[in-house]
């Protein structure tokens, strides 16, 4: 196991870097980036940060529906983002698994 995630890792300076921990660094920056953007945007910060998301399942179109209108439009928003998160995420990925591949078959 270990030999397996040698070869998912780079060195840098003598440190052993996973490329589990540089993708998981991506993810997180890309995550930030959408609250950085509604604060640019100034879009009704002060609403969102007192919303109660996590009370409501966001999948579940009914409970959904019960909601204010201020709370769904924000989860429409949430489910959007989401979905071009994931796209974003799986290109991202695709890119650097083409690197990695270059890289090691150039230098074979």
Known sequence: MKKILMNFS????????????????????????RKIIM???DLNI???IFLDLPEVDIYDTNAVKETPIPLQL???????????FAQKISITRLDYMLKVLRIFWDGK
Do not use: A, H
């Not at 300076?13 to 993810?27: A, F, M, Q, R, Y």
């Open 10 to 33: 780079f060195k840098d300076k003598g440190k052993v870097i996973l490329s589990t921990e540089i993708n998981w660094d991506v993810i997180d920056e890309m995550r930030k980036e």
């Open 46 to 48: 002060d609403e969102y």
């Open 74 to 84: 924000c989860i429409q928003e949430k489910l959007e983002w989401r979905e071009r």
């Open 39 to 41: 604060v640019l945007r």
